[in-house]
C-alpha cells in the first residue's frame, strides 16, 4: 500500500529528498535525467514532484497540503483622506491595431504623431495632457499590436477611464476584446469611440451588436455604456468625445490628496546620452517636485529635472500628471510603483532591500509544464541565442514575451543578454562569446558599432517595428525546424531479370508498368506486397546507352545501391520515387 506525504505546492528538493527518505543526490539525479539542473535548494512544484516519483519507482502518493485559495487583488488606487481634492481624469485610449487611436489622439491634442511612429504603429506607451472647457484630461496612447500584450494592461490599470476605439468599418477584432477584459479586470469605466464613420462601410449598429455579444450592451440598446461616433480625420464627434469624458469623470467624483508625499507608477523608461535613466511616471497622489529623493523598485533618485512628457520643465507636478524624471541611479522597471523618501539614505536602503528581494525570488521552481515539455521534446532542441536592446523598458518586455512565444518543442529562444539603450562595445563582445544574433529596435547602432559588427561576422539586425522584428526571429526559428520530407511517385518496374548481385550493388532489368522511372532516385523493393528493402536507382540503361529516365512500357536496366545484400527474384517490384524537403513553419 502506498504511503501518502502531505506536501506543499512549491517544495526544495531537499525537503523532498528528506520526506521521501531517499539521498538528496538521487533526487537531483532524477531531475537531471529528465532535463532539469536543480540544486537542493531549487524548488520545484507539486506536479513536477509527482512526476519524479513515478519515474523513480516509489510507492508514494503525494497530496498537496490544502490552503484557501487566494485570489490577487486588482492593484489598488491610493484611498483619499476627508482633504483630497479634484483631479484631472486619466484615459486611456485603446483598440485593435489600425483602428486609428493614435490619429485620434493626433485630432485631440493638433499634434502629428501617427506619422512618426514606425510603421504607423505605437510601440510604447506614451502620455501627455490636454485642455478642454478650461480643464485638464491626462491621455495614455497605448499600443494595439498583439506583442504589446503587457503594456496595454499595464495601461489599463492606470487609468480611470478607458476610450476603446473600433473602426466602424473593420469591427471587433481580437486586440478589441483583450482590451475589454484588461479594463474590466482594472474596474475603470469604458467609452466606445466608433471611429472612421466618414469611410465607406462603416456600419456603427454592426458594432454596437458585435460588443453586445462581449457584454458590453450600449446606452441607446438598454445598457450603461456610452458610444461615440467620430471621425479623427475631419474632427467630427471629438469635442463630443471630450465633453463626455469630462461628465463621465464629475459622475466618478475622481480626487486625490495633494499634502502627502508624492507616489506614483513608472510607465515607462528609457536611457538618454547625456542625461542617462530617464522615467516617464504618472503622478497618482502628493507633489512632486526637483530635489526631492524617490524610490522606484530596485533603484531610486534625486530628482535632477522634472518635466512634462513632452520636454517642458516644471517646478512641480500633482496628481494625475504624466512626468518625465531625470537623476535615477540605475534604469527604473516597467510598471514599478515610485514614492518620496525622507532622505537619499532612506532611498538607498530601501532600493537596495527591494533588489535584495527579487535576486531571491529570480531563483523561481520549475513548473510541471516546463518538465513535462522538457520530458517530451526532442533531445535535439535548437536553439537560437539573441542579444535583445531596445529604447524602453516597455518595448523590451514586450519584444521578449513576444519572442518567447515563438518556442516550440524543437526550437527556442535563448536571451543570452538584454537591455535598453544602443548597441554596445559589449553588446559584441557577448555576440561573439555566445554566438548569437544582436536584435535592436529603436534604438541605433553608431556607425563604428556596424563596422566592427560586419569585420567580426556578427548578425547585427535593427528595426523600428516590432513585428517586422518577430517575423526575422520566426524565419530564423523555422529555418532551424528539420524539415518535412516529401516522397513523390516516379514509377513501378517489374523484375524480369537479375544479372549481378554483390553485398552493396545489384544489376537487374525489367518493364516500366507505371509512370517513369528516374534517376537518381529512391525505390522500395517489394514482393507480395511485403516490403524487402529501400534502396537507391543509381543507373538506368536503354539497351547499351545510360539514360536519365525510362518511360511507361519500356524495358531498361537498372543499377541499385543495397544498404546490405539484396536476394532479387524475378517477378520482384521496384516502386521508384524521388524525396523534397519542405520548409516546416511555425
Not at 53 to 62: K, T
Not at 271 to 299: D, M, N, W, Y
Not at 392 to 410: A, C, F, P, R, Y
Request: charged share 25%.
Amino acid at each position: 500500500m502506498a504511503t501518502t506525504i502531505e506536501v506543499e505546492e512549491m517544495i526544495t528538493v531537499g525537503s523532498l529528498a528528506e520526506r521521501l527518505m531517499i539521498p538528496v543526490s538521487t533526487l537531483i539525479a532524477e531531475l537531471m535525467k529528465n532535463g532539469i539542473m536543480a540544486t537542493v535548494n531549487e524548488r520545484i512544484d507539486f506536479d513536477t514532484a509527482q512526476i519524479i516519483i513515478q519515474d523513480l519507482g516509489l510507492e508514494v502518493e503525494l497530496k498537496e497540503q490544502n490552503k484557501e485559495e487566494v485570489v490577487l487583488p486588482r492593484r489598488e488606487k491610493p484611498k483619499n483622506s476627508e482633504a483630497a481634492v479634484s483631479r484631472p481624469p486619466v484615459v486611456a485610449v485603446m483598440g485593435h491595431v489600425d483602428h486609428g487611436k493614435t490619429s485620434l489622439l493626433d485630432a485631440i491634442r493638433k499634434a502629428n504623431v501617427a506619422k512618426g511612429e514606425a510603421g504607423g504603429i505605437t510601440q510604447h506607451i506614451s502620455a501627455y495632457q490636454v485642455e478642454h472647457n478650461n480643464r485638464l484630461i491626462t491621455f495614455l496612447d497605448t499600443p494595439g499590436h498583439e506583442a504589446f500584450a503587457a503594456i496595454r494592461e499595464h495601461g489599463a490599470q492606470l487609468t480611470d477611464i478607458v476610450i476603446l476605439v473600433v473602426a466602424a468599418d473593420d469591427g471587433v477584432k481580437p486586440q478589441t476584446i483583450e482590451a475589454i477584459r484588461y479594463a474590466r479586470n482594472a474596474g475603470v469605466k469604458i467609452i466606445i469611440a466608433i471611429n472612421k464613420i466618414d469611410k465607406e462601410g462603416a456600419d456603427p449598429n454592426r458594432i454596437k451588436q458585435q460588443l453586445s455579444e462581449q457584454n458590453i450592451l450600449v446606452e441607446e440598446w438598454g445598457g450603461d455604456t456610452v458610444v461615440m461616433e467620430v471621425s479623427a480625420k475631419t474632427g467630427q464627434g471629438i469635442p463630443e468625445l471630450l465633453d463626455m469624458v469630462l461628465l463621465v469623470s464629475d459622475v466618478e467624483e475622481l480626487k486625490a490628496d495633494k499634502d502627502v508625499p508624492a507616489r506614483g507608477l513608472v510607465i515607462e523608461a528609457h536611457v538618454e546620452t547625456g542625461r542617462g535613466p530617464v522615467a516617464h511616471a504618472l503622478i497618482e497622489v502628493g507633489i512632486l517636485k526637483p530635489g526631492q529623493f524617490i524610490i522606484s523598485g530596485s533603484t531610486y533618485a534625486k530628482v535632477r529635472n522634472l518635466e512634462t512628457t513632452t520636454g517642458r520643465s516644471l517646478e512641480e507636478a500633482g496628481p494625475s500628471t504624466p512626468v518625465a524624471i531625470t537623476g535615477f541611479k540605475t534604469l527604473p522597471e516597467f510598471g514599478d510603483e515610485f514614492r518620496v523618501g525622507s532622505s537619499e539614505k532612506e532611498a538607498r536602503l530601501l532600493s537596495q532591500q527591494v533588489a535584495n528581494e527579487r535576486s531571491v525570488t529570480t531563483n523561481r521552481g520549475v513548473s510541471s509544464t516546463e518538465l513535462l515539455r522538457l520530458i517530451n521534446r526532442s533531445n535535439e532542441l535548437s536553439e537560437l541565442n539573441i542579444i535583445v536592446k531596445a529604447d524602453v523598458q516597455g518595448s523590451l518586455t514586450s519584444v521578449l514575451d513576444s519572442l518567447k512565444s515563438l518556442e516550440t518543442e524543437e526550437v527556442s529562444v535563448r536571451v543570452v543578454g538584454s537591455g535598453v539603450g544602443p548597441i554596445t562595445d559589449n553588446d559584441l563582445r557577448l555576440s561573439r562569446t555566445a554566438n548569437a544574433v544582436i536584435y535592436g529596435f529603436n534604438v541605433i547602432a553608431p556607425s563604428a558599432i556596424r563596422q566592427q559588427a560586419v569585420r567580426d561576422r556578427i548578425e547585427l539586425h535593427m528595426y523600428n517595428v516590432i513585428y517586422e522584428l518577430i517575423e526575422d526571429v520566426r524565419s530564423s526559428l523555422e529555418a532551424l525546424l528539420t524539415p518535412t520530407i516529401i516522397n513523390k511517385e516516379a514509377g513501378t518496374l517489374i523484375i524480369r531479370g537479375i544479372f549481378n548481385t554483390t553485398r552493396n550493388t545489384v544489376i537487374c532489368g525489367g518493364e516500366v508498368t507505371k509512370g517513369k522511372l528516374i534517376v537518381p532516385a529512391l525505390a522500395k523493393v517489394t514482393r507480395d506486397k511485403e516490403l524487402l528493402m529501400e534502396v537507391q536507382v543509381s543507373a538506368l540503361q536503354r539497351g547499351p546507352t545510360d539514360v536519365k529516365e525510362v518511360l511507361e512500357g519500356e524495358m531498361c536496366g537498372v543499377s541499385l545501391t543495397t544498404p546490405a545484400r539484396l536476394d532479387l527474384k524475378v517477378g520482384d517490384r521496384l516502386e521508384v520515387y524521388t524525396q523534397e524537403t519542405q520548409q516546416r513553419h511555425l
